[in-house]
């Protein structure tokens, strides 16, 4: 009880040390009528990357200070029902992100990302890096970066997706919004209808969290359950992550990424426990928008190799693979409620996630532990920042045996806006 108490005030503290600070900035900043708050727009004229998504986002800034800004909100309501049965409605907060950005010189510059989950559930720093630039092909990152891995994990914002959940591919297979703290280098080479980028990055990686879990499977989202990785690699071994990426307009962005290392801990003070085991992953990612229909068209695949121990049990996949691919169809762009340009969409999500990819020795059969889903959704947007998104989930789910898949319908309504 003394705890909670303790930590009541401190987040009182906190509370009232940024309500005086924003007080007495706005009292000093409006005696000069320049400064005025402005909103950082995002130059839609230009060829974007999902590499870009990082600073491709809107910020608010404030006169002459030099930080801006910005973030987004999730919430929805949901009526499960699996196999018949249900809980019956719930409602979700499942996110708020807030991201502040400076541009100390004119080359050098820091965002950073901090996710609130679930309420206050999970609270993460998602991105906290320093960027030099150097040239345009030739530029330095060091903090907490995220792991370029397929497309998703790095343009992942909420506003931005008709989907009220994140593709299964993206958050149970592969870790969801996956960061570490390392440093790399990245660069970009771009003409008027072409641009080409890459990111090579040395962080800290996996651990032994990927078998050794409460899924009792592989499961590389258990990786960031432990909370030192931003302090301590687990076994000595950078995770080695690359990923190239091209796009040609009108006819879409391709890119390629790989993310591999060690991920048990091999040796103890010079004593070896175990061989070096690792864990890779493949991603190919792909988005288009038709010029004339504009249908827009993302898509992700993924693959992932992981050196299990003979000692565990054939559950514990060595091989998994999956990936989505979203249609999206505006319908109709008009003014609506007093919304010039608003936008009703309809849109189209197939997944398909195995976690163990294979046969069983004994009996050469295949090994199930599967999930496919289909989610058609209706999306409103009375602004480009603000979705209302209606979204029905149907979804099979088999397990290790390959007995009849279990049944799930959710029907979800939520909104989520930048801010």
Known sequence: MMKIFTSIYKFKKIVLFNFLFVFITNTFYAQNDTNKINRVNIDTTKLYLNTDAVYNRPFLKYGKIPIAIGGYAEANTQYKVTDGVSDGFSFQMKRMTLFLSSSIHRKIKFLSEIEFEDGTKEINIEFAALDFQLHHLLNFRSGIVMNP?????????????????????????????????????????????????????????????????????????????????FEESYNGIPLTNFKTAVKFKNIGELGISYMGGVYNKFEIDGLILDKKRRADVFAIDYNTQIPKLKTTIITEFAWVFVDVPNTYSQQFGNKQHGGFIDIVQPILKRNIFGFEKATLNIALRTEYVDWNYGKFKETNTSISDDIFAIIPAISFRPTAQTVIRLNYRLEHKKDLLGNPASKTGVIQLGVSSYF
């Open 149 to 229: 891995i397929g497309a998703f994990n790095q343009n992942h914002d909420g506003p931005k997706w008709e989907f009220i959940d994140r593709p299964i591919s993206a958050t149970q297979m592969l870790p969801s919004t996956f960061s570490n703290i390392g440093f790399g280098i990245f660069g970009k080479s771009y003409q008027s209808n072409f641009v080409w980028s890459y990111e090579f990055y040395l962080t800290n990686g996996f651990n032994d969290n990927i078998i050794s879990n409460t899924e009792n499977k592989t499961f590389l989202p258990s990786t960031k359950l432990d909370v030192n990785r």
